[in-house]
């Protein structure tokens, strides 16, 4: 009933999405949905319906991630009052031959730094440059959202990827070295999305300098996470410097978007719903006790999760003890891949996933048109991991 009461949520939400309901509706509906399904079948008890509320009202990752997006869309309104935007524009055409090529670059680099949300960073910069490559807001809420992960294949700083090579028995760098060719593929797949017809930049030193300038507010959050600052500090201490600079109080009024705190409020009532109710368990006995091949467990269990939760971290670490205690087929390196994997794929198909519903709001498009537009990315990444992992163990 777990694993059913899931993807059926999943399931309403994007029916719902497809029918044009807003996505905050749609998620609680799809919210809603779940814990009807879990009273049914162990009747009603008014603590299931007191118990996430709790779960969700003491989280303090939920306020501390509502500020920090508020933050991102008053820093947004500040460069697009004080013209920032338009010189970026203006920039980005005298430096790249296709002006689609940041649009993928600079969302792969931020990427080296996870952190909730983080697609929303990235977000006030790629629009207006998806905007002179007239690119339209789906293509550019894609490229955004699927750049921004690429690095999640491979790239060490990632918790996930700790779990998965001390499972696999090897060293968390050759864990990465054997990840690498999945994120190139990546990579290519969305520049292929994009349809990316130059690689050329053109490094005028003055270009250059005032691109650094106008991303100056976006670039010193860059710097500060690098150097372990918090991303809620980061982003205020940036915009606290933007304000001095700008002298923009306006901005602190459009930038507060009452849909935006509704949907993330969704989203982590969705989760507190899946910790009330131990769903994430309750799917891995499920997935145990049908006797289904290990092989395939290994694939769905991690996937589930991960689209479950929206998150990597937790996927991995709630699927690969089980994993690991079957009995299966695969050596431990090549089980560890597929399962780490899975659950990537499962996150970034995830609607829970904050980058993707968050980048589905701020780019005004549906969730499934951007899980349609990404259909090709996910078989192409999918393919060349499997060829990755063929080559590999024929060495």
């Given at each position: 009933?777990g694993?059913?009461?899931?993807?059926?949520?999943?399931?309403?939400?994007i029916a719902?999405?497809?029918?044009?309901?807003?996505?905050?509706?749609?998620?609680?509906?799809?919210?809603?949905?779940?814990?009807?399904?879990?009273?049914?079948?162990?009747?009603?008890?008014l603590?299931?319906?007191?118990?996430?509320?709790?779960?969700?009202?003491?989280?303090?990752?939920?306020?501390?991630?509502?500020?920090?997006?508020?933050?991102?869309?008053?820093?947004?309104?500040?460069?697009?009052?004080?013209?920032?935007t338009?010189?970026?524009?203006?920039?980005?055409?005298?430096?790249?031959?296709?002006?689609?090529?940041?649009?993928?670059?600079?969302?792969?680099?931020?990427?080296?730094?996870?952190?909730?949300?983080?697609?929303?960073?990235?977000?006030?910069?790629?629009?207006?440059?998806?905007?002179?490559?007239?690119?339209?807001?789906?293509?550019?809420?894609v490229?955004?959202?699927?750049?921004?992960?690429?690095?999640?294949?491979?790239?060490?700083?990632?918790?996930?990827?700790?779990?998965?090579s001390?499972?696999?028995?090897?060293?968390?760098r050759?864990?990465m070295?054997?990840?690498?060719?999945?994120?190139?593929?990546?990579?290519?797949?969305?520049?292929?999305?994009?349809?990316v017809?130059?690689?050329?930049?053109?490094?005028?030193?003055?270009?250059?300098?005032?691109?650094?300038?106008?991303?100056?507010?976006?670039?010193?959050?860059?710097?500060?996470?690098?150097?372990?600052?918090?991303?809620?500090?980061?982003?205020?201490?940036?915009?606290?410097?933007?304000?001095?600079?700008?002298?923009d109080?306006?901005?602190?009024?459009?930038?507060?978007k009452?849909?935006?705190?509704?949907?993330?409020?969704?989203?982590?009532?969705?989760?507190?719903?899946?910790?009330?109710?131990?769903?994430?368990?309750t799917?891995?006995?499920?997935m145990?006790?049908?006797?289904?091949?290990?092989?395939?467990?290994?694939?769905?269990?991690?996937?589930?999760?991960?689209?479950m939760?929206?998150?990597t971290?937790?996927?991995v670490?709630?699927?690969?003890p089980?994993?690991?205690?079957?009995?299966?087929?695969?050596?431990?390196?090549?089980?560890?891949?597929?399962?780490?994997?899975?659950?990537?794929?499962?996150?970034?198909?995830?609607?829970?996933?904050?980058?993707?519903?968050?980048?589905?709001?701020?780019?005004?498009?549906?969730i499934?048109?951007?899980?349609?537009?990404?259909?090709?990315?996910?078989?192409?990444?999918?393919?060349?991991?499997?060829?990755?992992?063929?080559?590999?163990?024929g060495?």
């Amino acid at each position: 009933m777990g694993t059913f009461s899931i993807l059926m949520g999943i399931f309403i939400l994007i029916a719902l999405q497809r029918a044009h309901f807003k996505l905050f509706i749609s998620m609680g509906l799809a919210v809603l949905s779940i814990v009807f399904l879990q009273i049914f079948k162990s009747g009603f008890d008014l603590k299931n319906l007191v118990d996430p509320i709790l779960i969700f009202l003491e989280d303090s990752k939920f306020y501390e991630i509502v500020f920090m997006i508020y933050l991102i869309y008053v820093l947004g309104e500040m460069m697009k009052n004080s013209g920032a935007t338009e010189r970026l524009k203006e920039t980005i055409k005298k430096l790249f031959e296709d002006p689609k090529l940041p649009v993928g670059f600079i969302p792969m680099i931020i990427g080296l730094m996870p952190m909730p949300g983080g697609a929303m960073f990235t977000a006030p910069i790629v629009k207006p440059m998806g905007e002179i490559a007239k690119m339209n807001h789906l293509e550019i809420a894609v490229a955004n959202y699927w750049f921004r992960h690429t690095m999640e294949f491979f790239w060490l700083v990632y918790p996930a990827m700790l779990i998965a090579s001390s499972f696999a028995g090897i060293s968390l760098r050759s864990f990465m070295f054997r990840m690498f060719p999945t994120a190139v593929g990546a990579i290519i797949a969305g520049l292929l999305m994009i349809k990316v017809k130059s690689l050329k930049v053109r490094l005028k030193i003055s270009d250059v300098m005032k691109l650094i300038w106008t991303l100056f507010p976006i670039l010193m959050i860059i710097a500060l996470v690098l150097f372990g600052v918090r991303g809620i500090v980061a982003v205020s201490v940036s915009v606290l410097i933007s304000t001095f600079i700008y002298k923009d109080l306006k901005s602190f009024v459009k930038g507060f978007k009452m849909e935006v705190i509704l949907l993330i409020s969704m989203i982590f009532i969705y989760k507190a719903v899946i910790t009330s109710f131990n769903l994430s368990r309750t799917i891995a006995l499920e997935m145990t006790n049908w006797n289904i091949p290990a092989i395939f467990i290994a694939i769905a269990m991690p996937f589930i999760l991960g689209l479950m939760t929206g998150i990597t971290q937790a996927s991995v670490g709630m699927s690969f003890p089980t994993i690991f205690a079957l009995q299966c087929s695969l050596d431990p390196i090549t089980l560890s891949m597929v399962s780490y994997f899975s659950a990537v794929m499962g996150v970034l198909l995830s609607p829970a996933h904050l980058c993707l519903a968050l980048s589905a709001e701020y780019f005004g498009v549906g969730i499934s048109k951007m899980l349609k537009k990404l259909g090709l990315s996910f078989i192409i990444t999918s393919v060349v991991f499997m060829l990755s992992l063929i080559f590999s163990n024929g060495r």
